[in-house]
């Protein structure tokens, strides 16, 4: 058939193989949030067919590969005939008779052009399945051989099957509920495919193909003859001979629709430009099973394409190893700030802040930095034995292993939806893991081991800017070659600290010492786990060491370390009355002094500044306070609200009249100091509602009394009463006491102590306020 007459499906595929190339996307008609444009285009289809009615799909533009050899023949058939003509001629006059019809080995090269759809996929893809439909309600084995030369190159499953659809006739008549099940539960068809998106879209549009041709009454051989020889489902065909088959063409053509994703192009552009760089065996063909199934058994259940994830892979990695090549020093380095608003839209090469931020952020082209540095082609290796070496690693204990750290497990972090949010400690973790499987390859023997201590270390350092990331990584690299696949710990327990360099000092000196106790007797490693894995303590836990006499032995440890767990657990940390620090307060004023600001603990623990600045502290400059509650004899771990309330009521009378005692009765105090600030000025205190005294502030004595008679007090029930918040150094906060045109300010002297207001111009002093209420009875 001539060129110029395929406008229609039947009239390409009668001539041509049709292959969707790998550069294409995948078929999306059976996605939900396909479903109108689905629903209306296999309805117009059958609709005209049954009608009948013309209907015209627009263009459809592509590739002819392999015409050449066609239009070769053809030529070749012309010259001969002409030359037999001329033959022929000179015979008849010898009164020979030769024939001038010439007989082709091949009457046409059916199956030898391959048309490479540029746009037009999904349509083309949706048309092969309503011939399909009506060829196997027919029985129809010669138009489903047909049929078989449509094929899908974007994964090895799509294509597989294509050809299992045509290769079967299936059994289906209109009292068939689903023919996706059908098909599905197949012999032929494998579990696997279930993870196609491709696979998964062509089962749903078959199924409702048939939901449509199963409530008429259909002819399907009249429908056959009416779609495949009457010409009534037609588009415009354009053949491209005139372009290169390039992503830049397939995106500017395909522009009204979805463009390809960013790791569709960036497959693409390894399969076409690394075939002879990336070694590993069978890479194209893991790219779509073997690696693609680390990414979908990673995947939340709300996540239907793995794509960005995939590509995240290799920009995570490929970014620590940029990284390593910048240098430390620039102080642009330590602004992560810059960089996470960083434009990426627009890429200078040159510029490491641009480089990063497209790297680092999710649904980012990565594509043109790849390209452009030497480095991405000397690592890729590494970046695909990766992703082989996690396909055979047995991730021992992941729940528990960054239960601590992370909000997901560590199949998640290095496969997941995690990947595209990582803060710069997930990324150094990131990074710690994978170049270790790549150190120790197979041998993952002290995986687990490895993924512990190199996570206590990373999260309770601070990391959170460039700078810090590459000091980080490099401390790694270097740990990561002492450590190679020998025991952890027992390389641990051998090294100084100053030969891990980086580090926080005090985590390391802690995992040297956990190191040497569990190569001393490996019964510690599992109690470590569980102390490491407490929702507060994230891995550091040297603080119960201190707790224990010396020697330290494990039930020693085990006493303090459930002790402690249940002072710090979640029950208590989520008390809004301020429970623990209240229980603390009962036993000695354990406020931290800086100047003249006395400051308490936040229960926040989001993130290592957050725990740093607030129980932590606690933990290294007062934990004798805490040595002392939990060694009291009305301490129960068992019941810890119940018993930190009961401390509370036995130690009140001894705080009672010294200024920590009034919020150890008083847990509203507290909230009012929304910075955990409170100010001393000579003898008084004040609440400060931000950082600085400019902001709005109260005092205590008078606030505490105010918040427990703010509802009204029996005494005075004639005056309404208030307070005055003020701000500014120059005022002070005091109780209003109103009645009708009266209004009584009641203020406490900072150096005297005592309580006093304005009275026709005079200064009136009182001892306590109950003195003064007295005064105004």
């Known amino acids: 058939m001539s060129i110029e007459n395929y406008n229609t499906f039947w009239s390409i595929i009668n001539d041509n193989k049709i292959e969707i190339p790998t550069i294409q996307r995948d078929y999306t008609y059976g996605r939900k949030s396909a479903t109108t444009i689905r629903e209306k285009l296999v309805a117009d289809i059958i609709n005209s067919i049954i009608v009948p009615n013309p209907l015209n799909l627009d263009f459809v533009y592509g590739k002819l590969l392999g015409k050449e050899n066609h239009i070769t023949q053809e030529r070749n058939k012309n010259n001969i005939r002409s030359l037999l003509k001329t033959i022929k001629l000179y015979a008849s006059d010898l009164n020979i008779e030769i024939s001038d019809e010439?007989?082709?080995?091949?009457?046409?090269?059916?199956?030898?052009?391959?048309?490479?759809?540029?746009?037009?996929?999904?349509?083309?893809?949706?048309?092969?399945?309503?011939?399909?439909?009506?060829?196997?309600?027919?029985?129809?084995?010669?138009?489903?051989?047909?049929?078989?030369?449509?094929?899908?190159?974007?994964?090895?499953?799509?294509?597989?099957?294509?050809?299992?659809?045509?290769?079967?006739?299936?059994?289906?008549?209109?009292?068939?509920?689903?023919?996706?099940?059908?098909?599905?539960?197949?012999?032929?068809?494998?579990?696997?495919?279930?993870?196609?998106?491709?696979?998964?879209?062509?089962?749903?549009?078959?199924?409702?193909?048939?939901?449509?041709?199963?409530?008429?009454?259909?002819?399907?051989?009249?429908?056959?003859?009416?779609?495949?020889?009457?010409?009534?489902?037609?588009?415009?065909?354009?053949?491209?001979?005139?372009?290169?088959?390039?992503?830049?063409?397939?995106?500017?053509?395909?522009?009204?629709?979805?463009?390809?994703?960013?790791?569709?192009?960036?497959?693409?552009?390894?399969?076409?430009?690394?075939?002879?760089?990336?070694?590993?065996?069978?890479?194209?063909?893991?790219?779509?099973?073997?690696?693609?199934?680390?990414?979908?058994?990673?995947?939340?259940?709300s996540i239907y394409k793995i794509d960005s994830e995939f590509l995240q892979h290799f920009k995570i990695l490929f970014l620590g190893d940029y990284m390593k090549s910048q240098n430390s020093n620039d102080s642009r380095m330590n602004d992560d700030a810059e960089l996470e608003n960083y434009d990426t839209e627009t890429l200078d090469l040159d510029d490491f802040k641009s480089v990063i931020g497209i790297l680092r952020k999710k649904d980012s082209n990565p594509l043109e930095i790849f390209q452009n540095y030497d480095l991405f082609k000397d690592k890729i290796n590494e970046y695909v034995e990766i992703l082989d070496l996690a396909s055979s690693v047995a991730f021992i204990n992941q729940d528990q292993l960054l239960k601590k750290y992370i909000d997901t497990d560590l199949f998640k972090l290095?496969?997941?939806?995690?990947?595209?949010?990582?803060?710069?400690?997930?990324?150094?973790?990131?990074?710690?893991?994978?170049?270790?499987?790549?150190?120790?390859?197979?041998?993952?023997?002290?995986?687990?081991?490895?993924?512990?201590?190199i996570s206590n270390l990373i999260y309770n350092t601070k990391i959170d800017t460039p700078k810090l990331f590459i000091e980080a990584i490099r401390s790694i690299d270097l740990l990561i070659d002492r450590v190679d696949s020998k025991n952890i710990y027992q390389v641990i327990n051998t090294l100084r600290e100053e030969e891990m360099i980086f580090f926080s000092p005090s985590q390391k000196t802690e995992e040297i010492f956990k190191a040497q106790l569990i190569v001393q007797d490996n019964r510690w490693e599992k109690l470590f786990i569980e102390a490491e894995n407490h929702i507060y303590f994230y891995g550091q836990i040297g603080f119960i060491f201190k707790l224990c006499n010396s020697p330290i032995d494990i039930n020693t440890f085990t006493?303090?370390?459930?002790?402690?767990?249940?002072?710090?657990?979640?029950?208590v940390l989520n008390d809004t009355t301020f429970l623990l620090t209240r229980s603390l307060l009962a036993i000695g004023d354990c406020f931290y002094i800086n100047g003249n600001e006395r400051i308490f603990n936040s229960n926040v623990r989001g993130t290592l500044r957050n725990r740093t600045e607030n129980w932590r502290k606690f933990f290294d400059s007062k934990l004798n306070f805490i040595e002392t509650i939990i060694n009291r004899p009305d301490f129960n771990a068992n019941n810890i609200i119940q018993s930190l309330n009961s401390i509370i009521k036995t130690e009140f009378p001894n705080s009672k009249g010294k200024y920590h005692g009034k919020f150890v009765n008083n847990y509203k105090l507290f909230l009012y100091a929304k910075k955990n600030i409170i100010r001393q000025h000579n003898k008084n205190y004040y609440l400060l509602n931000s950082t600085r005294i400019s902001g709005y502030f109260v005092e205590l004595y008078t606030y505490a009394w105010f918040l427990k008679n703010e509802k009204g007090c029996s005494i005075i029930p004639k005056y309404e009463i208030s307070y005055d918040y003020v701000k500014g150094q120059d005022n002070e906060p005091g109780i209003v006491f109103k009645k009708g045109d009266l209004t009584i300010n009641l203020r406490r002297n900072h150096n005297t102590k005592k309580y006093y207001i304005h009275k026709e111009k005079q200064l009136l002093e009182f001892k306590t306020i109950e003195e003064f209420i007295d005064s105004i009875k």
């Open 102 to 301: 010439v007989v082709s080995r091949n009457a046409k090269l059916e199956g030898k052009i391959n048309f490479i759809p540029l746009d037009g996929q999904q349509r083309l893809t949706t048309l092969f399945l309503i011939h399909w439909y009506i060829a196997q309600r027919n029985n129809d084995v010669i138009a489903l051989s047909s049929l078989n030369k449509f094929s899908y190159s974007t994964r090895l499953s799509s294509k597989e099957f294509c050809k299992i659809l045509c290769f079967k006739q299936y059994n289906f008549d209109s009292k068939t509920d689903s023919v996706s099940d059908l098909i599905s539960n197949s012999e032929e068809y494998f579990s696997s495919w279930k993870k196609d998106p491709t696979v998964n879209s062509m089962l749903i549009v078959i199924d409702e193909i048939h939901k449509l041709f199963k409530s008429k009454d259909v002819d399907y051989k009249d429908c056959w003859n009416k779609l495949t020889n009457e010409n009534l489902i037609t588009f415009d065909f354009f053949d491209l001979d005139d372009f290169e088959l390039t992503d830049d063409l397939y995106i500017k053509m395909n522009a009204r629709g979805r463009h390809l994703t960013n790791f569709e192009i960036f497959k693409s552009w390894l399969i076409k430009d690394y075939d002879g760089v990336i070694l590993e065996d069978d890479w194209k063909k893991k790219f779509d099973i073997k690696w693609y199934d680390l990414f979908w058994k990673a995947k939340e259940k």
């Open 414 to 453: 290095l496969f997941g939806e995690k990947l595209n949010k990582l803060t710069w400690w997930d990324t150094t973790l990131h990074y710690a893991i994978t170049r270790y499987l790549l150190k120790v390859e197979n041998n993952s023997t002290y995986f687990s081991e490895w993924v512990r201590v």
């Open 559 to 571: 006493i303090n370390y459930t002790k402690v767990a249940s002072l710090f657990s979640e029950e």
